[in-house]
Structures are given as structure tokens and as C-alpha cells.
């Protein structure tokens, strides 16, 4: 089942690589998605105390804060929140980790769209009917 | 750190330490250079219309790929530049290159502290050793003290000749008396006493010195 209408989908993307979340967020806005970009875990817990978004796509490694502590913070801080964990390691075990600690799923770099799209909407999805 | 650690494990230590911090920024490169071409695409689809295709937008898509490739690039070129640190016993090799190779592949875990990093070397030195265990223990050191520091610390290297020996010297805020005890209990003992290397430290301050031949 699909959301009916992706611009009810609010997307917030947070990683530390300023030239991939702003190609990255520019193709989900083509595709529909109401997207906001922020390079750093700090700046991800400000972005989501001021506008809660429906779902986050969250890098595991940035500076000031690490994924998993800003996962952390969402999940006792803001739930209803689904959490998609980007991660560039070569194994699965750090998106694994982060699914223990509440993320919904988890992606591995480089990203496919298509595939990201369906677990941002599955994300969304599973949010709603919680 | 390994239980029992010998020459052959801290070596191989330095080695992965550099493997998975270079690959893992390849990924991101990879994955900048992935999105930035499927936005090529997605203008060509989207071309179809009166606009056309905007040209402003795909010479950006295209200058950002050009700019990923030039810094995948520089990441190789540094892993295979360590990697042929093990290609003979000894060797001879500039102080300066040395730096100019080891200090960069820290550059990201000093980044992730908002560590400033400065670097500086005459250029004429030249030193005889054991490559690999030097480029290792560097790097090491270097990752160690970048452990060890608080966010917005500076850390300043310096290379130099003193007495006839090349030293290396790490200056930064979170080196003190416990980083050095514990550094000096550290595994890394292991190639100090391979390239006959001393430990000297004095205010903030970690000094390595070799006894490899020195040429200017």
C-alpha cells in the first residue's frame, strides 16, 4: 500500500556531506517529498525540536553528534518519528545496530532512490499506524 | 589493541585503520558522485517539457561529480601511497612526503572533533628506515592523540633534525602526563624499538625521535 499523496511526506536528511544531501533532497522534492537538509547531528535535533518531521533519513557518521545518538534522543524525544539509517560502512552490522536501538530500516551507501523511496513510504506508513 | 600484539599485528593495525577510513569515505563520494548523476537523469526526463533542459543545472550536476572524482582520486592515491610503504625492508624517503601522507589520512577523524591540524617540515630531509613501521607508528600516534582531544583543540606536528636525528613532535592540549603514560604502555612500543626510535615529551607536547640515518 502507498501514501496517497507524497507531498504529506515530510522528509528530514540529515549527514555530514553537504553536496549529497542537497542532490539527494533535490530528487525527492522532484519526486514529490516535502524535504529539508542539515549536515550535522546537532543540527538534526533543531530541525526536529522546530518542525517534526514524518520521517528521517539519518547518516551513522557525522561530527558533534554521532546517527546513533541523535537515533537515541528521537526515540525517547519525538517516537512517533521513523528513523532510516544511511550507513557507508561496508558491513551490515552498524545498520543492524541501529535497528535494536528503534530505526525502521536501514540503507547502505551509495543509495538507490528507488529503494529509499519504498522505505520512506513504508516508514511513513508504519508511523501513521502507530 | 590485540592481547598479545607483535610487529606483524600493530602494523596490520595501521593498515586496516587506513583501509576502512579511506573506503568508508569513498563510499561517500561514491555515493555524492550516484545521486548527482541520477539527477542528470532525472533532467533529461524532465527535458521534455517547453524549458528544456537547464543547463545551469547540469553543469552544476556535472562539476560536483568532476569535484568527487578529483577527491576520490587524492584518497587512492594516499591508500596505495601507505600500501607501498611495505614494498622493502627499508627505504629512504623524505620527512616532508612522510608528513604530507600520513596527516591527511587523518584528516576526517580530525574533522569529526573540529581538530585543527597543522603540519610542518623542511623539505630536505631525508630519512633511511624501516618505512612501514614508521608511516605505522605515525599514523597511530596521530589517530591516538586525535582520540585522546577535546572538540576545537589544535594539534601541531612538526618534523625536523636535532643533534643529527629526525624527530616528529605532536603539540596539542590533550597531551599530557596520563596520555603519555599511557602511550608509553601502549603497543606502539613495539615498532618504537623496531626503528630504535625514543620518546620524549615536555608541555603539551609528544617528541619521537629516530636514529635512522638522516640525509640533507
Known sequence: ?130 | MHANPTFDTVCIQAFSKVSASISHEIKNTMAIINENAGLLDDLVLMGGGEEGVSPERVKAAADTIARQVIRTNALMNHLNRFAHSADYDTGQESLHEILSLIVPLTVRQAAAKSLEMSAHCPEDIKIHTHLLPLHSLLYLTLRLIIDHSTDADKLTIEGDVKDGAVFVCFTAACISDSFISSFSANELQILLTKLKASISSDDNQLCLTFSGTVLR
Open chain 1, 1 to 130: 500500500m502507498k501514501p496517497q499523496n507524497k507531498e504529506q511526506i515530510r522528509v528530514l536528511i540529515a549527514d555530514d556531506e553537504v553536496e549529497f544531501i542537497t542532490t539527494l533532497g533535490a530528487r525527492l522534492k522532484l519526486r514529490g517529498f516535502e524535504t529539508t537538509a542539515v549536515s550535522s547531528g546537532i543540527a538534526a535535533l533543531k530541525a526536529i525540536e522546530k518542525d517534526p518531521p514524518d520521517v528521517l533519513v539519518l547518516d551513522l557518521k557525522m561530527p558533534d553528534l554521532t546517527g546513533l545518538e541523535v537515533l537515541a534522543k528521537v526515540k525517547e524525544d519525538v517516537p512517533a518519528i521513523e528513523v532510516i539509517i544511511l550507513t557507508g560502512h561496508g558491513s551490515f552490522e552498524a545498520g543492524k545496530e541501529g535497528m535494536e536501538q528503534g530505526a525502521f530500516d536501514y540503507i547502505m551507501k551509495p543509495v538507490d532512490l528507488n529503494q529509499l523511496i519504498t522505505t520512506i513510504e513504508e516508514a511513513y506508513l508504519q508511523g501513521k499506524a502507530a
